[in-house]
């Protein structure tokens, strides 16, 4: 894990795939047999901000505050980008 201490008021930490499954817990979360990321009591599959199915090599992190699962392509990040801008504004 390592953290960016660039900008005060965000951090940005990232993990390595030995410590993803750690975090999903903290979350309630868990990767099925399939390699999707599911809740842990009801083994449903959790949806990305446009919807879809995360599979544990799209998982980029979950969003302060809340639990919005991002993934790593670039529609995914720029939607949280620009909602985050909105919001600080």
């Keep these: 894990m390592r953290h960016d201490k660039k900008n005060s008021t965000m951090k940005t930490m990232v993990f390595d795939g030995s410590t993803v499954g750690l975090v999903l817990s903290v979350f309630e979360k868990k990767v099925d047999e399939e390699g999707y990321i599911v809740e842990c009591v009801s083994g449903q599959?959790?949806?990305?901000?446009?919807?879809?199915?995360?599979?544990?090599?799209?998982?980029?992190?979950?969003?302060?505050?809340?639990?919005?699962?991002?993934?790593?392509?670039?529609?995914?990040?720029?939607?949280?980008?620009?909602?985050?801008?909105?919001?600080?504004?």
């Excluded at 199915?53 to 670039?74: C, H, M, Y």
């Design 45 to 89: 599959r959790v949806l990305s901000p446009r919807g879809d199915e995360v599979r544990i090599e799209d998982f980029a992190g979950i969003t302060p505050g809340s639990e919005i699962i991002l993934t790593k392509d670039l529609p995914s990040l720029l939607q949280y980008a620009e909602r985050e801008c909105v919001a600080r504004k």
